[in-house]
């Protein structure tokens, strides 16, 4: 980085994009392209149809977020970039990024049109007007259908994380709502791996796109492997010894069933331990908490199942433990693959029990590496007294609605409560209530001087959660 940024290729200033976004990028800390960034930007730039395929945690959100931003004219009231994710969790990852890249630019509303929210709710919030829409193919189609949704406008179509839509069982829905998009648009289609359906999507709704790959990066050199042999009694418990050995302030614990997270979870709840189960079925407002006390770091251990936490974007990730070893080579490398992330190091550590070792050797294979094996009697207690997460997530009853935003929490917080913006995390504002992460040490006082003060100039009831 100690190029002058004219000349480095790497420096988003090389890109046809308006200052005030350059500068917005700067504010982001945002300082130089990531290699799936600066491979499609100045393509798409240009307006062509693109095809990119790039690792989980790449950086392809801001790839297409800059081009849709490009493409779109803030005072024209109409919907003009629509972009389909998988799940509902994705598309929220998505919106949020896509706001934080748009304040650039004065008023450029986002909304997102997922399943579980009342379709009367998101048709009051089309009906305020919206420029970029993003959501779940199923529920996108159910609006076209009872005309809710207009996209007479648009010129700019993304599908995200593609290959997961088709592994979903989304290919009919995209169909039928690519039909209904204007002819003349630009298609950004985004994808971690590249399964045969993609192609037919590509013929079927691209004009001549251009593809680009980004080699996984060998980042698993950076990713400590290691294998212990267990038994079907001690598996579950193999996971405390693992946790009080390592001390890892965030983890995320795969099973392959939900039956086994429930399990899991109730075990390390009951030994003290912060941990939290992500799986299908939960509600979506359980979800969201369980989520946004994780990507905190107000909950150590996050236990789930591979569908569930697909596509999660959770940066800091000191250890994965594969509770059980996927039957999946492919599926065992995305898991370890969270860890180790942006140059830090990461501990991937599984545990397989005799009937799992032909799965072993097939990530052997697929690894073309042999397996590190440790026993159990090295996983002796370090550190003094329970692993506790270094914050606690504080719940504001009072979210988007109420026109809260994050500012005005962290405002709160650091003006008349006196706390350090160091003692203030993440702050999440969903629709209804905003999570607010604060350092253990002041999480009491917090809390109370959020009850007795003000946020926006109004009373707010504060909790607890988790
Ligand atoms: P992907 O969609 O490829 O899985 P995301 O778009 O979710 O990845 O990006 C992963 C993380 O990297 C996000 O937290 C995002 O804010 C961050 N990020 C993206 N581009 C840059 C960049 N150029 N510099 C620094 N951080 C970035
Ligand atoms: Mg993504």
Same mark, same amino acid.
């Given at each position: 980085?100690?190029?002058?940024?004219?000349?480095?290729?790497?420096?988003?200033?090389?890109l046809?994009?308006?200052?005030?976004?350059? =500068?917005?990028?700067?504010?982001?800390?945002?300082?130089?392209?990531?290699?799936?960034?600066?491979?499609?930007?100045?393509?798409? +730039?240009?307006?062509?149809?693109?095809?990119? @395929?790039?690792?989980?945690?790449?950086?392809?959100? =801001?790839?297409?977020? /800059?081009?849709?931003?490009?493409?779109?004219?803030?005072?024209?009231?109409?919907?003009?970039?629509l972009?389909?994710?998988?799940?509902?969790?994705?598309?929220?990852?998505?919106?949020?990024?896509?706001?934080?890249? =748009?304040?650039?630019?004065?008023?450029?509303?986002?909304?997102?049109?997922?399943?579980?929210?009342? &379709?009367r &709710?998101?048709?009051a919030?089309?009906?305020?007007?919206?420029?970029?829409?993003?959501g779940?193919?199923?529920?996108? /189609?159910?609006?076209?259908?009872?005309?809710?949704? !207009? /996209?007479?406008?648009l010129?700019?179509?993304?599908?995200?994380?593609?290959?997961?839509m088709l !592994?979903?069982?989304?290919?009919?829905?995209?169909?039928?709502?690519?039909?209904?998009?204007?002819?003349?648009?630009?298609? +950004?289609?985004?994808?971690?791996?590249?399964?045969?359906?993609?192609?037919?999507?590509?013929?079927?709704?691209?004009?001549?796109?251009?593809?680009?790959?980004v080699?996984? @990066?060998?980042?698993?050199?950076?990713?400590?492997?290691?294998?212990?042999?267990?038994t079907? =009694?001690?598996?579950?418990?193999?996971?405390?010894?693992?946790l009080?050995?390592? %001390?890892?302030?965030?983890?995320?614990?795969?099973?392959?069933?939900k039956?086994?997270?429930?399990?899991?979870?109730? /075990?390390?709840?009951?030994q003290?331990?912060?941990? +939290?189960?992500?799986?299908?079925?939960?509600?979506?407002?359980? %979800?969201? @908490?369980?989520?946004?006390q994780?990507?905190? %770091?107000?909950?150590?251990?996050?236990?789930?199942? !591979?569908?569930?936490?697909?596509?999660?974007? $959770?940066?800091?990730?000191?250890?994965?433990?594969?509770?059980? $070893?996927?039957?999946?080579?492919?599926?065992?490398?995305?898991?370890?693959?969270?860890?180790?992330?942006?140059?830090?190091?990461? +501990?991937?550590l599984?545990?397989?029990?005799?009937?799992? &070792?032909?799965?072993?050797g097939?990530?052997?294979?697929?690894?073309?590496r042999? #397996?590190?094996?440790?026993?159990? !009697?090295?996983?002796?207690?370090?550190? #003094?007294?329970?692993?506790?997460?270094? &914050?606690?997530?504080? @719940?504001?009853?009072?979210?988007?609605?109420?026109?809260?935003?994050?500012?005005?929490?962290?405002?709160?917080?650091?003006?008349?409560?006196?706390?350090t913006?160091?003692?203030?995390?993440?702050i999440?504002?969903?629709d209804?209530?905003?999570?607010?992460?604060?350092?253990?040490a002041?999480?009491?006082?917090?809390?109370?001087?959020?009850?007795?003060?003000?946020?926006?100039?109004?009373?707010?009831?504060?909790?607890?959660?988790?």
């Amino acid at each position: 980085m100690s190029q002058a940024p004219e000349n480095n290729p790497l420096d988003f200033s090389q890109l046809p994009l308006s200052p005030a976004t350059l =500068a917005n990028l700067t504010q982001l800390g945002y300082t130089a392209m990531t290699p799936i960034q600066a491979a499609s930007l100045p393509v798409a +730039l240009l307006g062509k149809d693109l095809i990119a @395929q790039a690792k989980t945690g790449s950086g392809k959100t =801001a790839a297409f977020a /800059l081009v849709l931003l490009a493409n779109l004219n803030a005072r024209r009231f109409a919907i003009q970039t629509l972009v389909l994710c998988p799940t509902r969790e994705l598309a929220d990852q998505v919106a949020q990024e896509v706001r934080r890249l =748009a304040r650039a630019e004065d008023n450029i509303k986002t909304v997102t049109l997922c399943g579980g929210v009342p &379709m009367r &709710m998101q048709n009051a919030s089309l009906e305020h007007g919206a420029h970029i829409v993003v959501g779940t193919p199923g529920r996108i /189609l159910d609006h076209l259908q009872r005309g809710t949704l !207009d /996209l007479t406008a648009l010129n700019t179509l993304v599908l995200d994380e593609a290959d997961r839509m088709l !592994d979903m069982g989304f290919l009919d829905d995209i169909t039928t709502v690519v039909k209904q998009c204007p002819k003349e648009r630009q298609t +950004l289609l985004f994808s971690a791996t590249y399964p045969d359906g993609i192609d037919k999507i590509a013929r079927q709704f691209m004009r001549e796109p251009q593809q680009i790959t980004v080699a996984a @990066q060998h980042t698993e050199s950076l990713i400590e492997q290691r294998f212990y042999e267990v038994t079907r =009694a001690n598996r579950l418990s193999t996971v405390a010894l693992i946790l009080n050995h390592f %001390r890892p302030v965030s983890t995320i614990a795969f099973c392959n069933t939900k039956q086994q997270c429930r399990e899991l979870v109730a /075990l390390l709840q009951a030994q003290g331990f912060s941990a +939290l189960a992500l799986y299908g079925e939960l509600e979506q407002r359980e %979800r969201d @908490q369980v989520l946004a006390q994780f990507a905190n %770091r107000s909950c150590s251990v996050l236990v789930a199942t !591979d569908v569930a936490s697909r596509g999660l974007d $959770i940066t800091q990730l000191e250890a994965v433990i594969n509770v059980d $070893i996927s039957p999946d080579a492919e599926v065992h490398v995305h898991r370890i693959g969270r860890t180790g992330r942006a140059g830090e190091s990461g +501990l991937a550590l599984s545990l397989a029990s005799l009937d799992e &070792m032909g799965f072993v050797g097939r990530i052997e294979q697929y690894q073309n590496r042999e #397996s590190d094996w440790h026993t159990l !009697d090295e996983l002796t207690p370090t550190g #003094s007294g329970r692993l506790l997460p270094p &914050m606690v997530t504080l @719940q504001i009853l009072g979210g988007r609605k109420e026109k809260i935003r994050a500012g005005d929490v962290l405002g709160a917080l650091t003006g008349d409560a006196g706390f350090t913006r160091e003692q203030v995390g993440k702050i999440h504002v969903t629709d209804f209530c905003t999570f607010v992460a604060v350092d253990r040490a002041i999480a009491h006082d917090a809390l109370e001087r959020l009850n007795n003060g003000k946020v926006k100039g109004k009373s707010v009831k504060v909790r607890f959660v988790g």
